[in-house]
């Protein structure tokens, strides 16, 4: 039989080894998926025995916290989750390990107002078109929703010119976070952006025929430190297990793959 001093030692060497084994995975994230994230983080690292750390930008733009931005200047990170076309550019770049692209989401575009105002209608094309134009003033991100709601939607709905003066892009902070404080009427950004903000109401998604689906994505980045702890990582939040708590945050899983075990 073992004595006490040996079990001890055991103990102390298996616990050091386990140590050893779990390691930081750096996860460079944009809003959209970020809030699904946090959720599964301690699922997975109590399976994994290893540690999520997010840094948060945007997909595109031009502030300093941008992505692209970040990787531009030589940031480090195992792991980038962010829009699917913001994506398909770094990968162009080599900015991302080849092959290592995993689909995980796709989030529709809603809409809030303060907590407490009156919840206007938007449920067809002619009640959101007289909700914007009764509007105070109106904001969206400038991100992908964002930049679809300036180029496309108010053309779409033919008032571009009447919410010229009212209408305001939001840089690299929650569209919703300035609709609490009373800054703007309405807000527009990824439904999965706008739930987790507290402080406003969430009035619902664009009517079909005006909606915009934004596909977010996650691939290893290039020279990662550790890609191997990514890639167990990215398979884990596109497998079934994950689909549940993607679902809960206002994004529609993308087609699952392999179960983990996680």
């Known amino acids: 039989m073992l004595n006490l001093r040996t079990c001890v030692a055991l103990l102390v060497c298996s616990a050091v080894s386990t140590a050893a084994l779990a390691q930081d995975v750096t996860v460079m994230i944009s809003g959209g998926f970020r809030a699904a994230l946090e959720k599964l983080a301690p699922r997975y690292e109590a399976k994994s025995g290893d540690r999520i750390v997010l840094i948060s930008g945007p997909s595109m733009g031009k502030t300093p916290q941008a992505i692209p931005a970040r990787l531009a200047r030589g940031e480090k990170a195992d792991v980038v989750i962010m829009v699917g076309d913001a994506l398909s550019a770094l990968d162009q770049q080599g900015k991302v390990a080849a092959g290592s692209r995993v689909e995980l989401a796709d989030s529709p575009i809603g809409m809030v107002v303060k907590k407490g105002e009156p919840v206007p209608d938007i449920s067809t094309t002619s009640a959101l078109r007289k909700t914007l134009l009764n509007a105070s003033s ?21 008032i571009e010119n009447q919410l010229k003066d009212k209408a305001h892009r939001v840089e690299r902070i929650p569209v919703a976070s300035e609709v609490s404080k009373g800054k703007y009427a309405l807000g527009f950004q990824q439904v999965s952006e706008l739930l987790p903000v507290s402080g406003i109401t969430f009035v619902g998604a664009l009517p079909g025929e005006l909606q915009y689906i934004t596909r977010f994505a996650g691939a290893v980045i290039e020279g990662a430190d550790r890609p191997e702890k990514g890639k167990a990582l990215l398979s884990f939040l596109s497998s079934p297990a994950a689909r549940g708590v993607i679902t809960s945050t206002g994004l529609i899983p993308a087609t699952p793959t392999r179960e983990t075990g996680l």
């Open 138 to 158: 109106v904001a969206y991100s400038d991100s992908a929703s964002g930049r679809y709601v300036e180029s496309q939607l108010f053309l779409k709905l033919g």
